[in-house]
């Protein structure tokens, strides 16, 4: 892994992929090819604007954000340098790229309003709701139990990525909503030196699982402006996705170095995930007829084989005294407003009853090879 690379010239996006470098986002941003990155997640300066620092009901103190990097001079400031790293993302983000902005209650609508005004176009924001959040020691507020991540498109017709029925997959088959309960950083994944934190806001693996899985596939390019100890890195190349990460604390950056080197990649093998249904070639069933996939006459089942249909020239079948499209039938039969007749029939093939859907797939399977 290269530490540097050469500052005067930009040679394409090819010498960035899977490196990281110790500097400031907006000038390295500048040396960027335009539309290099098919994804960026932000997770910058909050603005927290701590006082004074905060201490426990036993009166030992909270190791909270009081870093230099988090400080600014006024809120003027700060919106200049929110719009100065967002309008270079924009640009170099690919027409079909995404943003994701992590940000709490004291930066998160500031980012929102800048986000929109530079022309990004948001899609969902997402609450990020921690089981073990760290408790309000003064009683006088509420528990700030999450963050929020805005997820935006370049702009309004950007055709982004989200891999829907791989994050229901992760939901136990149900949709994933934009509510996630996850655990902050913390136990062996903590990064410590001398017994204290090495970063006051590292980010957990499993956020950024969850947001490299939805939104980028195999072998995207994925930018982190504010890499910290290196979480979007590690989770990018885990998971098969080529990274790039500036960082403008050295020891920051000295650490994201050495969880690289330590990070193994995952086996391609298990790196495919589930497609989403439009991504399939749509084939209509009277297809198979005309393609000799099927005969007309054909029995097809319903999954427990009491009931049964037969296949018309015209691709339409009957049952009893109903007849339409695999769909209208089988939805009749259930009582219910539609139904997905390619997984509801069933076929013989070699005395085992499976789902008419394999006749597709061999459609699918012969248009491609021919």
């Not at 507020?141 to 055709?159: D, G, V």
Request: with cysteine; proline share 4%.
């Amino acid at each position: 892994m290269k530490s540097n690379y050469s500052r005067e010239i930009i040679m394409g996006i090819e010498q960035f992929k899977n490196q990281i470098l110790n500097g400031n986002c907006i000038d390295e941003l500048k040396k960027i090819p335009d539309e290099s990155f098919d994804l960026i997640f932000a997770d910058p300066p909050y603005n927290l604007q701590i006082g004074k620092e905060l201490k426990r009901p036993d009166n030992s103190k909270v190791n909270g954000v009081n870093d230099k990097w988090d400080q600014f001079k006024s809120f003027v400031q700060y919106d200049k340098f929110c719009k100065d790293w967002l309008n270079e993302c924009k640009r170099v983000l690919k027409e079909n790229g995404t943003i994701w902005v992590i940000g709490s209650y004291h930066n998160i609508f500031r980012m929102g309003y800048h986000i929109q005004n530079i022309g990004y176009w948001i899609l969902n924001d997402v609450i990020w709701k921690k089981n073990n959040p760290m408790p309000n020691f003064k009683g006088t507020r509420f528990t700030n139990a999450h963050e929020t991540l805005i997820w935006a498109s370049k702009n309004k017709n950007s055709k982004y990525t989200f891999n829907y029925q791989s994050l229901k997959c992760l939901n136990d088959d149900l949709q994933m909503r934009s509510d996630w309960t996850l655990p902050i950083c913390n136990g062996s994944e903590r990064i410590k030196k001398g017994g204290k934190k090495v970063h006051s806001t590292q980010k957990p693996e499993s956020l950024l699982h969850r947001v490299l899985l939805a939104s980028t596939n195999k072998d995207d390019l994925i930018l982190d402006p504010f890499l910290g100890t290196g979480t979007t890195a590690v989770v990018a190349k885990k998971i098969g996705r080529n990274y790039f990460g500036i960082e403008k604390e050295k020891k920051y950056f000295n650490v994201a170095k050495q969880r690289l080197k330590k990070t193994i990649k995952i086996d391609d093998h298990y790196l495919d995930t589930i497609k989403n249904n439009k991504s399939k070639p749509r084939i209509p069933f009277g297809s198979l007829v005309e393609m000799g996939i099927i005969a007309p006459g054909m029995q097809i089942f319903d999954p427990k084989k009491k009931i049964n249909a037969k296949i018309m020239a015209d691709g339409s079948i009957k049952c009893n005294e109903s007849e339409g499209s695999i769909h209208k039938v089988a939805a009749k039969i259930i009582g219910a407003e539609s139904c997905n007749g390619w997984t509801y029939w069933h076929y013989n093939l070699d005395g085992a009853f499976v789902p008419i859907d394999n006749l597709r797939k061999r459609l699918i399977s012969k248009s491609t090879l021919g």
